[in-house]
């Protein structure tokens, strides 16, 4: 006799195994649903609150302090409980990295508020090009411990692949970015979170300004499609880290809508800032994140109900 579909010709037992059987081979075999862009696309968002003692500065519970070998190198946003977004050029190999969440001081005290964490692996865009030619410039952190959610520390929401930001929406850059201090040309890192407030700009704007004073021919576009700006019109200020956030509340939803790759200058106003457009890599983040797993709200649920069925299995 041939053998048949999970081996029902040969599987010695009564119907009831048989059954159970072919059961738990397909729900093995399933391929992964949707169910996980669902949950992160109504995971709660943070938002930026004013702490008592400080009436100008907002505390931003997403904002990442990224560290190689103890030493701040770029920024980052925490998107979920291990996960941290920041842009693939801040990282070295063979270099030990951990985040700090929790402070707006560079350098914290130690506070039931801030937590520091090493990081477990870091994953880099496999299109990112590297420093010659920026391109996918985004990174995708995995912590080796979960964080404790509080109010201090929050992850921000990813947008959805299909969102379309428009041009002139307010949005918000936050980092300890370099200035110039009064008594010298040197740049240092300011010792407290500073914050600006931004407004997207067009591509095509800001591929114009930044082929000014540029030996690249206009034909070849260094602001691509991946990529988006932001500029701020009022003051004179380089607040932005490498890797940092750019947020924007859409319908009083927080998203991330970029992390910052790369500026012109600091010294104009209107010099834009250019960063990873999270759009563009929403399925990429999400896939990372659910890698090798079963779809969120299904997992434990279905792990049970596997034991479960092959508990039956076992003693009938």
Not at 61 to 75: A, D, I, Q
Not at 248 to 261: F, H
């Amino acid at each position: 006799m041939a053998p048949s579909l999970c081996g029902l010709g040969s599987y010695p037992g009564s119907l009831r195994h048989w059954v159970l059987t072919c059961f738990v081979t397909l729900l093995l075999l399933l391929p992964p649903s949707n169910l996980g862009d669902e949950r992160n696309d109504q995971a709660v968002c943070g938002k930026p609150w004013w702490p008592d003692n400080l009436e100008e500065i907002r505390h931003w519970p997403w904002e990442v302090s990224l560290r190689m070998e103890n030493k701040h190198v770029c920024g980052g946003a925490l998107i979920d409980l291990i996960w941290v977004i920041s842009a693939a050029h801040c990282f070295q190999s063979n270099k030990e990295y951990s985040v700090i969440l929790g402070s707006s001081k560079l350098q914290p005290s130690s506070s039931s508020g801030t937590l520091k964490i090493p990081v477990g692996d870091i994953i880099v865009h496999p299109n990112y090009w590297g420093w010659n030619f920026i391109r996918s410039d985004i990174a995708l952190v995995r912590l080796k411990t979960p964080v404790t959610f509080s109010k201090y520390v929050q992850p921000i929401c990813l947008p959805k692949h299909n969102f379309s930001l428009k041009v002139g929406t307010q949005c918000w850059v936050t980092g300890w970015g370099k200035i110039k201090q009064y008594s010298s040309d040197n740049l240092t890192l300011t010792p407290e979170l500073q914050e600006a407030e931004v407004f997207i700009m067009d591509n095509k704007k800001c591929d114009h300004i930044f082929h000014q004073n540029s030996l690249y021919p206009r034909v070849i576009h260094l602001i691509r499609r991946n990529m988006i700006c932001a500029a701020n019109y009022g003051e004179s200020l380089c607040y932005g880290d490498p890797g940092g956030p750019l947020a924007c509340e859409i319908d009083g939803r927080w998203i991330l809508a970029g992390v910052l790759s790369w500026e012109k200058a600091c010294v104009k106003p209107q010099n834009p800032g250019v960063y990873t457009r999270l759009t563009k890599y929403t399925r990429w983040i999400k896939e990372q994140m659910n890698h090798g797993a079963l779809p969120g709200p299904c997992r434990a649920s279905c792990l049970l109900f596997l034991s479960w069925l092959l508990q039956l299995l076992v003693d009938p």
